[in-house]
């Protein structure tokens, strides 16, 4: 296959059966809502999406942060099944009583129902993040491109069940228009109007279009054209460029990296990771109408309207980010190289020695700047990231002391119980009564643990 620059990229006869997309949405989908989950205090965060759905709790809390509105949910270790049917037909219920922001009508669940998400089957679950991808972020952004509205008829009444969560302006009413397209057509004619077309780059799909990587350099270019010597960019391989286009937008203009190269670098990539991911450019396009924001962008716009952290900050949080990314890949890797106890004690040690050298610099970059204490999306994926590494250096060092000679072995395994035990934050909740059991069961297992 060429571009119509006469780029060629070596031909795969491999084209991605059923459960192969599957695998990729279910990576790219469940970044997506982890790059979301982050801005919640405290975060949560998605491991298996099929598993982790099941009891509603994470999807409500998903829904939460992208509507800004609290929902009700039925939370604790000892749910059932029939609290987990709740709390998905409450996400249900709660979706299907928004609007499209293109049609003006309320969201369609086709053949989505709570049984089927509680079972965790995989279609139907993928199906129902995809219909949440569509509406709150891909709808949300293309509809707000004002050279785009005569052609993609966005321009349905937005009333504030539609309106975007980063926007706190009044309703806005207009006139309906018949849909031309939808949100897929007004965002690929925004990619080849703003992008790819000045530099003769044809991209007419979400899929085959990308594997070079030179869309995802076209995007990035128009946005901050310093930022890319497209020239360098033609004569390099697919997968140099994909994997150099993801870590530039995440280090620069702070888009999480959604796809991995190998998914996109194949005869049919994925088209809704594709889609979910470039939509993610959108907030940076300077002609998107803005509400309250007096012309800035998302990033330089906090809750409340309380300005955000200087570009060189927020460079200075991604990088931290990349480095705890770049230390749990090593530690993930230290974890399955060779060798006895004592060799994988001081792997170990060495890398919780990194991350420990690090904790000031942590400490001090997750101070909040604002007054009602939320921390900015690059402070939440910090915090994130820290806690992950973290948590598996916490596993492993536990691993390693369940191997020790007895009785060593459950002397470090009650340690590790009763640390555990101390660092749980007790959570204060409205209801008295919650937060008082919640400190009672917390004084309860300390009792256990000293015994």
Request: charged residues 25%.
């Amino acid at each position: 296959g060429t571009t119509s620059r006469g780029r060629s990229f070596p031909k795969k006869e491999h084209i991605a059966q059923p459960d192969e997309q599957e695998a990729v949405q279910k990576r790219t989908f469940t970044k997506w809502i982890n790059s979301h989950l982050a801005k919640r205090v405290p975060p949560l965060v998605v491991t298996d999406l099929f598993e982790d759905i099941k009891d509603g709790v994470m999807l409500l809390a998903l829904l939460e942060v992208l509507s800004g509105q609290k929902l009700p949910c039925e939370q604790g270790k000892k749910l059932k099944r029939i609290h987990w049917v709740a709390n998905i037909g409450t996400a249900l219920n709660f979706l299907e009583g928004r609007k499209s922001a293109y049609r003006g009508s309320p969201i369609k669940l086709v053949n989505i129902n709570s049984t089927d998400i509680v079972d965790g089957r995989p279609s139907i679950v993928l199906g129902l993040v995809w219909t949440i991808i569509l509406y709150f972020q891909i709808e949300e952004l293309t509809i707000s491109l004002p050279a785009l509205q005569g052609f993609s008829s966005s321009t349905s009444s937005l009333d504030s069940s539609t309106s975007s969560t980063e926007t706190t302006s009044p309703p806005v009413k207009r006139k309906p228009l018949p849909p031309q397209g939808g949100a897929r057509k007004a965002l690929l004619r925004w990619v080849q109007q703003t992008a790819t077309k000045r530099l003769g780059l044809e991209v007419k799909d979400f899929g085959p279009s990308w594997r070079t990587g030179l869309a995802f350099f076209a995007v990035i270019h128009s946005l901050r054209p310093n930022l890319v010597d497209m020239e360098r960019v033609w004569r390099r391989p697919n997968r140099e460029n994909l994997q150099k286009a993801f870590l530039l937008a995440e280090t620069e203009l702070g888009i999480p990296q959604l796809l991995d190269p190998e998914d996109v670098d194949v005869d049919k990539p994925d088209e809704k990771s594709i889609m979910t991911y470039v939509a993610q450019f959108l907030k940076h396009h300077p002609d998107r109408k803005q509400s309250d924001s007096d012309g800035q962008t998302e990033e330089e716009v906090t809750r409340a309207g309380f300005p955000s952290f200087s570009r060189e900050q927020r460079k200075s949080l991604r990088e931290l980010k990349m480095w705890l990314d770049q230390l749990e890949r090593d530690a993930i890797q230290a974890q399955e190289t060779e060798g006895n106890l004592a060799q994988q004690y001081q792997l170990f040690k060495s890398l919780r020695v990194q991350l420990e050298m690090r904790r000031n610099q942590v400490e001090g970059a997750l101070q909040s700047t604002q007054r009602d204490g939320i921390l900015t999306v690059d402070q939440a994926l910090v915090k994130q990231a820290w806690e992950r590494v973290s948590n598996r250096l916490l596993d492993w060092h536990l691993q390693l002391d369940r191997s020790l000679p007895a009785p060593l072995n459950m002397v470090g395994a009650w340690l590790h119980e009763a640390e555990g035990a101390l660092r749980q934050e007790i959570i204060i909740h409205q209801a008295h009564d919650v937060t008082a059991n919640t400190v009672h069961r917390a004084l309860e297992q300390h009792k256990v643990s000293m015994e």
